[in-house]
T-cell receptor, first 112, second 111 residues
């Protein structure tokens, strides 16, 4: 069966510090991968998606970037965090044929 | 992509059937309707997906009228553990990378 992992689960970072969140998927090949952010009490905002290694599409201009160095690895990064980057970050995958998205446990980021 | 409208919140007592309706007036011919459930501090979880008429699984039923301009998620005999946010999504096959989840419907189950 397929599983999706995210780490860390919780992160507290100072403003201006770098960020690296990692997401890995097991049990599938060539998945579509997604990064979402959810602010408190809000819906999910799609940040990036990827249909293959090195292929990244950005949905929202921001202080973040994403990379996909391996087929089942998706990384969300920032060089300098802003207060507004605080939120709940979710990684998801989908089978390119089925489209239903399966979400990871999420990372709660607090920028102080 | 079709825009969806659903109630912001609903309350229900334990043991009751809950129906959450989603409007999607400009749904396209090749759009599917998908519902997700999200508990606090967790990622959304797929519940059910359909194209037309009725779909049922072990968790819920999805009713879609002939014009497909709305859909209703039905949860039978809810329990406290069904308290969550429920999202309705409409998108074509191959189009889910553009989907916006919105704020969903917050269901509160009352003892």
């Amino acid at each position: 069966s397929q599983t999706i992992h995210q780490w860390p689960a919780t992160l507290v970072q100072p403003v201006g510090s770098p960020l690296s969140l990692e997401c890995t998927v097991e049990g599938t090949s060539n998945p579509n991968l997604y990064w979402y952010r959810q602010a408190a009490g809000r819906g999910l905002q799609l940040l990036f998606y990827s249909v293959g290694i090195g292929q990244i599409s950005s949905e929202v201009p921001q202080n973040l970037s994403a990379s996909r160095p391996q087929d089942r690895q998706f990384i969300l990064s920032s060089k300098k965090l802003l207060l507004s980057d605080s939120g709940f970050y979710l990684c998801a995958w989908s089978d390119s044929a089925m489209e239903t998205q399966y979400f990871g446990p999420g990372t709660r980021l607090l920028v102080l | 992509l079709a825009k969806t409208t659903q109630p912001i919140s609903m309350d229900s007592y334990e043991g009751q059937e809950v129906n959450i309706t989603c409007s999607h007036n400009n749904i396209a011919t090749n759009d599917y309707i998908t519902w997700y459930q999200q508990f606090p501090s967790q990622g959304p979880r797929f519940i059910i997906q359909g194209y037309k008429t009725k779909v049922t699984n072990e968790v819920a039923s999805l009713f879609i009228p002939a014009d497909r301009k709305s859909s209703t998620l039905s949860l039978p005999r809810v329990s406290l553990s069904d308290t969550a946010v429920y999202y309705c999504l409409v998108a074509p096959s191959g189009g889910y990378q553009k989907v916006t989840f919105g704020i969903g419907t917050k269901l509160q189950v009352i003892p």
